[in-house]
């Protein structure tokens, strides 16, 4: 019997979950968040994007691209019901990357319901202790998305989604 317990004491060990496996899982949820958060953005083109709303302002920069010489257009366009869009475009025919979301207005679907105008205990509740948190604001970060929520008074004023761009 002494023999067989030895025999399982080390395999318990390992069975156990690591912390470094635990904190890439969470980096992948909340990567996961940020490509899932915002159900409402079309995934394919510029030209749908610009059928979400009334824009207010809508500015571009062309570069050319550093790797293949083609241009890439980096665009923001801010829509007059508190939504905002970086993204750039590349390509043939153009490819739509999203680098920055920002989100003013309970009007916008965010997943799990954690919309402007949540409270602060909702976004505890959804998505665990932030990675990082300063005066106003809350922040998670993935292993290549983050997500941050500016509060003012314990509820959500502002949503920010970063994208990963090289």
């Known amino acids: 019997m002494l023999f067989f317990c030895a025999l399982l004491t080390p395999v318990t060990l390992f069975a156990e979950t690591?912390?470094?496996?635990?904190?890439?899982?969470?980096?992948?949820?909340?990567?996961?968040?940020?490509?899932?958060?915002?159900?409402?953005?079309?995934?394919?083109?510029?030209?749908?994007?610009?059928?979400?709303?009334?824009?207010?302002?809508?500015?571009?920069?062309?570069?050319?691209?550093?790797?293949?010489?083609?241009?890439?257009?980096?665009?923001?366009?801010?829509?007059?019901?508190?939504?905002?869009?970086?993204?750039?475009?590349?390509?043939?025919?153009?490819?739509?990357?999203?680098?920055r979301i920002t989100v003013t207005s309970s009007r916008w679907p965010v997943k799990d319901g954690l919309i402007v105008g949540s409270p602060r205990a909702r976004i505890l509740e959804k998505l665990g202790l932030p990675s990082e948190e300063g005066d106003g604001w809350i922040s998670y970060s993935g292993e290549t998305e983050q997500v941050t929520f500016a509060l003012k008074s314990e509820r959500v004023s502002k949503i920010i989604f970063d994208f990963y761009t090289d």
């Open 18 to 99: 690591s912390p470094i496996n635990t904190q890439f899982e969470r980096m992948a949820q909340i990567d996961q968040f940020v490509w899932e958060g915002l159900p409402f953005l079309p995934k394919k083109t510029a030209s749908k994007l610009r059928q979400l709303g009334h824009i207010v302002r809508d500015v571009s920069n062309t570069e050319t691209n550093a790797y293949f010489g083609d241009a890439i257009t980096y665009k923001t366009i801010t829509f007059s019901n508190g939504l905002e869009v970086y993204f750039r475009t590349f390509g043939s025919p153009p490819e739509l990357q999203y680098i």
